[in-house]
């Protein structure tokens, strides 16, 4: 058993994160040392040019003659597969030179790249240890895993949805993202194409027929079913029209079949199959797409069974067993690609290599020095969806499918959100936001790198070292934290194990998360250990959030991305939308179930029916921001929520410089060196048939000071060569010429280094190694738990929506920004001054609010004394003259949903509702007395002085209170996207305010306050009852919420009633001052107990 006393842990801003016991490990078919045997047979003498690239092109087609080479081939490009012969005739014929390349470059990607691909690379299970030894099992060891492509499967799905038979005992289910608005329901369809899946958004009017179906499967029936609970419902309709209206819903996917692949679970080519078999239909063994499944089947396992060098073909070599699968496919009415017709993933082994403490030790510390040297966080499109969802609903809690619908709802990735504002408080302050795109701003720390490289490029050093302490001075706290749970991508180098004294350890890559699986999820089918591995990683990072629920999206934008996406159960819950999880029923969360609400600066997902937070996770590596339905966009996009989502070096405003030196940080190497190469440098250097010009050549690779190693680099595809070998030259400088120019870095660590080694030789290899967030002690926990705002959600117990003409009276009074105070004023005073006081009062209060249209919602509580209807007539007598003056925009009656569990629950509502009508009176008093544009100074400092209050009211001391300002003051940093140049305004600012706000608060609680600050005393007074109420509730455990959250709102409320423009931009400032004024609090008192201890 591993001793947890001795594994490789660091703290990282303010948790401490330890490695995973077990790891990736990723190596190439082929050792390294192949590529350099081949390279070393050019002869760099001036006169055996043409000798060298003979030897160099024979050399290749020895190569090539590899079973092993040709298997991969013969999956990745049967085409390339087919024109072998022909090429091997004239290996340097010119008419072959697009062959030459193509084959040049998939032997560098046998024998260099390890980044997993069919054949060419695959993967192990490697364990941590007390040393490294990155060893590699002999090839005979290797398994090939094969599965029938996913778009191949959805293809077949699709017919077999069109089989009445298959039809009548298939299971159905609602589509995952349907939703009713009024009277008609929505939902997203899919619609093929060619090969494209492409996503629309539909609408359906509502029946008695549709709104029975859509309820029967609610979970899951069958047609049969379906056409008996039509037919029940209405005689007259017969059975054939009753299937044939079902047949049409699941036509337009308002249904989905149990026909459709699985992208959670086991292999879903043979779940298919059996599902198949399982249906008891008879005949269904005839039937040609069920055949060509099942021998599709059987020959994938009959390949898996034989070693990875055979190459599947036929007797006579003229058809490999992926055409024939293919051919086969087809004849029963497909359209299948013999290249893409299978999924073929290869595993190396299992604990054989090993990965020392050390070297665990130095990837987080590497880690720590890139989160240090994030730029800081900007405004993205989940802020983007914050603002919308509260311009909107506010701090609600609203159906998740209801806020994502397009047309109804705020949808996601918008671009559209408006500028901002200024305000006496506001003017000057530089917040992030709407403007043009661009490079996000360097690090504060980026300074250090700016002064190494400059001194790098002095000097003419190839490397520079960057100081890891001086970077966390510089940087100060991290501007966003680590996830619970993220992997580093990492390749070891020679000599750095156990603590050597010199030289760097490993390179690394950089790190990605949450979580640790979104590179390694896919592969946990090859092998038990894999799969246990990320299993035992998941609940690591789910045990930091043991109040929620986490749960896997589910979901398949396009049929061949689904050999990405699938991959067996990794979590206890999943989300399904537009693709079948493989998970029981009871497991998956439907999107109908989900609700989303704004807490503080978080985006909170709920479940109704669990009654719990939902933290969505894609466990594989998908590019999400691909065109798919917004739904899938917002889930994914929902996991970086307030955390640095990935890191590696970036050189920021230098990244376009001609040479960019090595950069060690203490034993790690975090940057490559790099040489920009622009496409006109290229001129001359190939022939007009692509071949080399090696003075040319030579004279350019001398200037430029290139080692003998080089890889380009274009997004995820790496290509090295090395550039004594005019074969690999000509193919990365024709590669260059083809993209216009790009960037060489060096091969790091070069072949003769690698470390991996197997019993044929070294191995290029990556290791991603997961880290997870250690809980070890309770204070640790709770300081995490901080910027999150609320630990846990109650099950919701809202009052049910109170229709126009019941209970309440609620109207929306819409005008511009600059007239609502003047509503206020002119129709809000004297309404409530119209009604009855004393015991007989009524509850009201009003905010202040945009849908985007700013407006004022007012909410009076009938009673036995004055209905709704006579509210309503005193409403319209006050509001007539100012509609028809244009003043009031326009009056809309609404429903009203108090948000019951946000204020504590339907006990101590009442009461909430109650202050917020003696917060609604100071408010309109306050108002008043600063009315017009010079109030607008003295209207922020009262909306801090009684925010300021709320807390003393409800007898928080200086240290508790202080607690709270500081938890909603991080929120609110984190929501506007705080940068160094905003706390330095603010900081100064706040220096030239604090002697007055001081002042002013000192004067708010003397016995006698000033006439300014009377309103806010009245408040105090009247409602001491009502605090006394709310204080009784929460020492008896009934309040729904945490007190310290409700207080928040409360303070919310009160400045949002005072300022008529921008309040969570205001209380972005507002709370960092009071935050401060109470740290200064803090200090004098206890400088104070400390002197008199001492006197």
């Known amino acids: 058993m591993r001793d947890r006393r001795r594994e490789p842990a660091r703290r990282i801003g303010d948790a401490t994160y330890r490695a995973a016991d077990g790891f990736m490990f990723r190596t190439p078919g082929a050792p390294i040392e192949q590529l350099c045997a081949w390279s070393e047979l050019a002869d760099t003498g001036a006169a055996g040019e043409d000798r060298s690239r003979r030897r160099l092109a ?8 590899s079973s092993f080479f040709l298997a991969a081939l013969s999956l990745a490009s049967p085409d390339l597969l087919a024109r072998m012969d022909a090429w091997r005739a004239a290996p340097l014929d010119p008419a072959q030179a697009t062959v030459l390349r193509a084959v040049s470059r998939y032997f560098v990607r046998m024998c260099a790249r390890a980044t997993p691909y069919g054949l060419f690379a695959g993967c192990a299970r490697g364990r941590v240890a007390e040393r490294t030894d990155l060893a590699v099992l002999p090839r005979a060891q290797w398994r090939r895993v094969s599965r029938l492509d996913m778009d191949a499967l959805s293809q077949m799905s699709r017919r077999l949805g069109e089989d009445q038979v298959l039809l009548r005992v298939a299971r159905l289910r609602r589509n995952p993202t349907l939703v009713r608005i009024g009277d008609r329901w929505h ?33 899951e029936a069958s047609l049969a079913d379906l056409v008996d609970r039509l037919v029940a419902h209405d005689p007259e309709i017969a059975p054939d029209e009753a299937q044939d209206y079902v047949a049409d819903l699941i036509r337009s996917e308002v249904l989905l079949t149990d026909l459709d692949p699985i992208v959670t679970g086991g292999d879903a080519g043979r779940q298919m199959l059996a599902t198949l078999q399982g249906l008891g239909v008879s005949g269904v063994d005839e039937s040609p797409l069920v055949q060509a499944l099942a021998k599709a089947v059987d020959a994938m396992a009959a390949m898996d069974a034989t070693s990875v060098d055979v190459v599947p073909v036929g007797d006579a070599g003229s058809a490999t067993a992926y055409e024939r699968i293919s051919a086969s496919l087809n004849e029963a009415g497909l359209d299948s690609d013999p290249a893409r017709v299978v999924q073929v993933d290869l595993f190396t082994g299992a604990d054989v290599a090993t990965l020392g403490q050390a070297h665990c030790r130095d990837v987080l510390a590497g880690v720590e020095v890139l989160a240090h040297l994030a730029p800081p966080p900007q405004e993205g499109a989940l802020a983007d969806f914050r603002r919308r969802f509260q311009d909107r609903w506010g701090e609600a809690e609203v159906p998740l499918s209801e806020v994502i619908d397009e047309e109804h709802g705020i949808g996601f ?183 989303v609400s704004i807490q503080g600066s978080r985006i909170v997902l709920r479940s109704r029916a669990l009654g719990r937070e939902v933290i969505p996770r894609l466990s594989t590596a998908h590019n999400y921001m691909l065109p798919a339905i917004g739904l899938y966009r917002f889930l994914c996009v929902l996991q970086g929520q307030g955390v640095l989502a990935g890191g590696g070096w970036q050189w920021g405003p230098l990244a376009s410089a001609r040479f960019l030196p090595r950069v060690v940080c203490g034993r790690v190497v975090l940057e490559r060196a790099s040489w920009r190469v622009d496409r006109k440098e290229l001129d001359g250097l190939l022939d007009d048939v692509g071949c080399l010009q090696p003075a040319a050549f030579a004279t350019w690779r001398a200037a430029r000071d290139l080692p003998d190693w080089v890889e380009l680099a274009e997004g995820d595809n790496v290509l090295l060569a090395d550039l004594r070998n005019p074969l690999l030259v000509e193919m990365i400088l024709d590669r260059l010429v083809r993209i216009g120019g790009g960037r060489l870095r060096e091969a790091l660590p070069t072949p003769e280094a690698q470390v991996a080694v197997g019993a044929d030789g070294r191995y290029a290899h990556e290791i991603v190694l997961p880290f997870t967030r250690q809980i070890v002690a309770a204070d640790e926990t709770a300081t995490r738990a901080i910027p999150r705002q609320q630990a846990t959600v109650a099950p919701v117990s809202r009052r049910a929506a109170l229709s126009p003409g019941g209970d309440w009276l609620y109207a929306k009074l819409y005008a511009g920004e600059a007239e609502l105070d003047r509503l206020c004023l002119d129709l809000v005073a004297p309404l409530v001054a119209s009604l009855p006081d004393g015991d007989d009062a009524p509850t009201w209060f009003f905010i202040r609010y945009a849908d985007p249209e700013p407006h004022l919602r007012l909410r009076i509580a009938a009673s036995r004394h004055l209905s709704a209807p006579e509210l309503l007539a005193r409403l319209h007598e006050q509001a007539a003259p100012l509609l028809d003056g244009g003043r009031l925009r326009k009056l809309v009656l609404d429903a009203y949903e108090p948000e019951t569990d946000r204020y504590g629950g339907p006990e101590a509502l009442p009461f909430i509702e109650r202050w917020f009508r003696h917060d609604s009176e100071a408010a309109l008093t306050l108002v008043a007395a600063s009315a017009g544009a010079s109030g607008s100074d003295l209207r922020w400092r009262l909306a801090l002085v009684g925010a300021r209050l709320i807390l003393d009211d409800f007898g928080f001391g200086p240290e508790p209170a202080q607690e709270i300002l500081r938890a909603v003051d991080k929120g609110y940093r984190a929501e506007f996207a705080t940068s160094r140049a905003l706390d330095g305004v603010i900081s100064r600012r706040f220096r030239d305010h604090r002697p007055e706000l001081e002042a002013l608060l000192a004067r708010a609680g003397a016995e006698e306050v000033p006439a300014e600050l009377a309103p806010l005393r ?78």
């Open 413 to 595: 990735l918008r671009s559209d959100s408006p500028a901002a504002g200024e305000s006496p408080l506001l003017a000057g302050l530089p917040f992030a936001g709407g403007g043009a795109g661009g490079q996000p701003a360097p690090a504060p720390a980026f300074r250090h790198i700016l002064d190494r490289t400059h001194a790098a490029w002095s000097s003419g050093a190839h490397v520079m070292e960057i100081d890891a302490d001086e970077v966390k001075r510089l940087a100060g706290t991290l501007a966003e934290p680590l996830p619970d749970a993220f992997a580093a991508i990492l390749c070891v180098l020679p000599g750095g194990d156990a603590g050597a004294p010199v030289g760097p350890s490993l390179l690394l890559q950089g790190f990605s998360g949450p979580s640790g699986a979104t590179l390694t999820g896919r592969f946990t089918h090859l092998d038990p250990s894999l799969l246990a591995d990320v299993r035992e990683h998941l609940v690591a990072e789910e045990a930091c959030r043991p109040e929620a629920i986490f749960a896997e999206i589910v979901h398949l934008p396009e049929g061949r991305i689904g050999n990405v996406i699938a991959r067996p159960l990794l979590r206890s819950h999943e989300i399904a939308l537009l693709g079948r999880s493989g998970a029981a029923a009871d497991q998956v969360i439907p999107v109908a179930d989900l609700m």
């Open 1018 to 1095: 009245r408040r105090t007074e009247r409602t001491r009852t009502l605090v006394a109420a709310l204080l009784a509730l929460a020492g008896e455990d009934r309040l729904a919420a945490p007190l310290p959250d409700i207080l928040a709102s409360l303070m919310h409320m009160h400045i949002n009633r005072l300022l008529r423009a921008h309040p969570r931009a205001h209380e972005r400032v507002i709370y960092e001052y009071l935050a401060r004024l109470g740290q200064s609090d803090l200090a004098r008192r206890r400088a104070g107990v400390k002197a008199g201890q001492h006197a």
């Open 58 to 65: 024979d050399g290749l087609v020895d190569a090539s003659r």
């Open 187 to 219: 939902a997203v369809e899919t619609r093929v194409d060619g090969r494209k899946r492409r996503h629309h958004l539909v609408a359906f009017v509502s029946d008695d027929y549709l709104e029975l179906v859509i309820d029967a499967c609610t979970g």
